[in-house]
């Protein structure tokens, strides 16, 4: 029964990690990632969990109780060949950008660089239903899968020391929206007036979540606040 | 985990009317900080809270506060404060100069200050980071607590209290010995590096560079080679992590570091020693010391065994 692309084995005391990223590319990444949220959800039933975070094709559990961690080093293998990743997805999440201009100043340079209009550039990246993979880098950073290949564009050389919260975009095969003012090398191409971090509401402090969809919507005007 | 007795999650009490600390002079990256918070991580919020764990819980037993109840987590500089109303506090941690009004305080000891009469802390003298815990608690603001951000204390701050406690007379604790000698289990990547870096990690000694934050500990030393180039998927990390990044510098996570993270990590500290590492100056030195899981079990044992004596002193 054992499967030699799977890793199962203990970081720290508490948290156990199973990585799958062997299993890539027999399975296509985002099959990998729906059989670990289908998981990280199945453990989430148990209240022996700490903190459940699913990386890139990777899980860590994090356990209240050391006591605990042989046994599930030994049982993790096993819940996961009962997952299928069926029925796993989340809510999409409409997220209104505004391109270019001082909201994007990458933008033009994007376009350049793969001889492209910016208006095909805005069409590529609109056009997409992306996945939010897992979130990491900050509160509420979206890692999204489904980015057009034509637009994988390498970061900057030097990174920004400012990033305005909301601006959207690509690093390398990569695209996503900093939730907040952050440093950062990403090529900026637009920005949007929706707010990632929702603090109000403390059982969901982030509008996104593992598993949800995005889609980006050009619109010609946004209201930005501050 | 370091015992608790109640969930980790920053408490909410009531408030007493005006009850607050005026920030007269803020100091140097001091920030409100209680024990952090855990659910969240899959959401990118990190796990936040004091980086010397024990050193808030020792000032909130000593006051008879829940132990995760919010402090001031103080880093250097002169910091002055007033109350507006009678207060009981301590400063556990690193060693400071106390004074209320200009006449001196011993460190570690409860004692009461009256409303209107300033508190001023000078240090640190020796270690890095020194709490300020206060009868009833200091309230971070909700938006801090749920996305676990730090935010710097500036001049004229207004921080909110809890409820007084009722206490009687002065009691001081006695705080466990500093040594740089970090205890810390292997890594799951200390196989890439080559035998080289493997046997330098554990036997040289790291300075602790000016760099270092509350998101990670930076330190200096000899150069850590992998065997051969690696790329790893991103994958969660926590505070204690060793992480490798390029430069082949090390960097100890600590408490607001990222959720999740690329380098090759090549041990974790354990939880009893992760505050020397938080203690430790710029400049200054440390030294991994390779242990099991069992014995990394026997050291939160014996700090269970601190509290536990000092809970049976104070309730004598």
């Known amino acids: 029964m054992t499967n030699t692309n799977l890793t199962v084995y203990r970081l720290g005391e508490n948290a156990i990690v199973l990585d799958c990223s062997k299993l890539f590319p027999e399975f296509s990444k985002l099959n990998i990632q729906t059989r670990i949220w289908e998981l990280a959800k199945q453990c989430s039933k148990s209240l022996e969990f700490q903190d459940i975070v699913p990386g890139m094709n990777n899980l860590t559990l994090f356990l209240h109780d050391t006591t605990q961690v042989t046994f599930w080093l030994s049982v993790i293998e096993k819940r996961w060949h009962s997952t299928t990743g069926l029925n796993v997805s989340g809510p999409t999440i409409e997220i209104p950008v505004l391109y270019g201009r001082e909201y994007g100043p990458d933008l033009d340079a994007v376009a350049r660089r793969h001889q492209l209009d910016t208006t095909e550039v805005i069409r590529r990246h609109s056009a997409p239903e992306y996945t939010v993979l897992f979130l990491g880098f900050q509160p509420g950073f979206p890692y999204l899968d489904g980015l057009d290949s034509r637009l994988t564009t390498p970061r900057l050389s030097t990174p920004r020391l400012s990033i305005p919260a909301g601006s959207v975009g690509i690093g390398g095969s990569q695209t996503g929206i900093y939730p907040a003012d952050a440093p950062g090398g ?3 191409i637009g920005r949007t007036n929706i707010s990632l971090l929702t603090p109000d509401l403390p059982a969901t402090p982030t509008l996104l979540a593992p598993g949800y969809k995005v889609r980006f919507t050009p619109v010609t005007s946004l209201e930005f606040t501050s | 985990m370091i015992t608790s007795q109640e969930s980790s999650t920053n408490r909410q009490q009531p408030l007493a009317n005006d009850a ?14 209680g024990l952090g918070l855990s659910g969240y991580r899959h959401l990118g919020i990190p796990f936040g ?3 010397d764990r024990q050193a808030l819980i020792l000032g909130n037993r000593v006051l008879g506060n829940p132990d995760s109840t919010p402090a001031l987590e103080l880093t250097s500089g002169q910091v002055e404060l007033k109350f507006t109303r009678d207060a009981w506090f301590v400063l556990t941690g690193a060693q400071y100069r106390i004074a209320i009004d200009g006449r001196d305080i011993w460190h570690s000891w409860r004692n009461k200050i009256k409303a ?6 000078r240090g640190p003298k020796s270690a890095m980071r020194a709490y300020l815990a206060v009868d009833g608690g200091i309230q971070p603001t909700q938006q801090n607590t749920t996305l676990q951000i730090t935010k710097q204390l500036a001049k004229g701050d207004c921080l909110r209290l809890g409820s007084a406690l009722s206490i009687a007379k002065p009691i001081g604790a006695v705080q466990r010995g500093y040594s740089n000698e970090i205890r810390a289990l292997p890594g799951p990547e200390m196989s890439l590096f080559t035998p080289q870096s493997r046997k330098a990690f554990w036997s040289n000694a790291w300075q602790l560079t000016n760099d270092s934050n509350r998101m990670g500990a930076r330190l200096a030393g000899e150069i ?7 790329e790893l998927n991103s994958h969660a990390v926590m505070p204690g992590v060793v992480q490798v990044p390029p430069s082949g510098q090390p960097i100890v996570l600590l408490a607001d570091a990222q959720t999740t993270g690329g380098y090759p990590k090549m041990a974790t500290v354990i939880e009893a020693d992760l505050w020397k590492v938080a203690q430790t100056r710029p400049g200054s030195t440390v030294r991994f010391i390779h242990v099991s899981p069992g014995q990394a079990d026997d050291a939160n044992y014996e700090w269970q065994q601190y509290f536990y004596r000092l809970q049976r002193a104070i309730d004598a």
Do not use: D, M, R
């Not at chain 2, 607050?20 to 900080?33: A, D, R």
């Not at chain 2, 209107?116 to 802390?121: A, K, Q, R």
């Not at chain 2, 850590?224 to 180039?229: D, G, M």
């Open chain 1, 186 to 188: 990403w090529q900026l």
């Open chain 2, 116 to 121: 209107g009469e300033i508190l001023t802390l």
């Open chain 2, 224 to 230: 850590l080679s992998l065997t051969k180039p690696q």
């Open chain 2, 49 to 51: 809270g004091a980086l």
């Open chain 2, 20 to 33: 607050i600390i005026k920030v007269i002079t803020p100091g140097l990256f001091s920030s409100v900080q």
